[in-house]
């Protein structure tokens, strides 16, 4: 069953990933934005996209923290390309995330909070990885690619993507200078 938004052509996805800088969906307005209450980690394998079962990359996902913020990128989609737009996400999205709604802060729209579709990674998916030190994890992610690209990439775009936005902290961003400093 539809929300009154949705049947007025307001279905709104959150991305926190990858969707921050490669939607890969058409949408009709997008906007920076931000959830409450949770913090994006690299605690999620990729096994499909940024590493393969015996390499897995790390990307992220969402754990609750109380009075933390997540920005990423709202997407508006048209109630004409909802039902498309959503198997296809499924699909790209299908290696441990389910579907949640939450409400949406859009960035400079304080009036409109609607509520956005997000794919979250919980504990109990086989691509479930946990924390894991720092250094660790960049280690992980220099030696991991798939067939989306390295996991590198995946970071590194993230991480350009959250500066553009004027995000100053974020484990993507501390992840990202670890990197730097450990690249050759």
């Known amino acids: 069953m539809r929300s009154s938004q949705e049947a007025e052509g307001e279905s ?30 690299f605690w999620q394998g990729s096994t499909d996209h940024r590493g393969v079962p015996k390499a897995p990359g790390r990307v992220v ?13 709202a997407y508006r989609v048209a109630s004409r390309d909802r039902d498309a737009t959503l198997s296809a ?4 999205e299908r290696g441990g995330y389910a579907r949640e709604l939450l409400p ?22 086989p691509n479930y990885l946990g924390p894991l030190a720092l250094a ?7 030696g991991a690619k798939g067939p989306s690209g390295t996991n590198l990439e995946y970071v590194t775009r993230l991480a350009a993507a959250l500066r553009e936005m004027g ?6 961003l501390c992840l990202d200078r670890q990197l730097r400093e450990s690249a050759p």
């Open 89 to 92: 996400l499924d699909e790209r």
């Open 12 to 41: 709104w996805i959150f991305g926190y990933g990858s969707l921050v800088w490669r939607p890969g969906f058409v949408f009709v307005e997008t906007s920076p934005a931000w959830i409450e209450g949770w913090e994006r980690r």
């Open 136 to 142: 660790r994890v960049a280690q992980q992610v220099l």
């Open 61 to 73: 996902t969402l754990v609750r923290k109380a009075g933390a913020v997540c920005w990423g990128r």
């Open 104 to 125: 949406i802060h859009l960035s400079g729209k304080s009036q409109r909070c609607p509520m956005g579709l997000l794919y979250r990674a919980t504990e109990g998916n």
């Open 167 to 172: 995000v100053a902290e974020d484990p993507v």
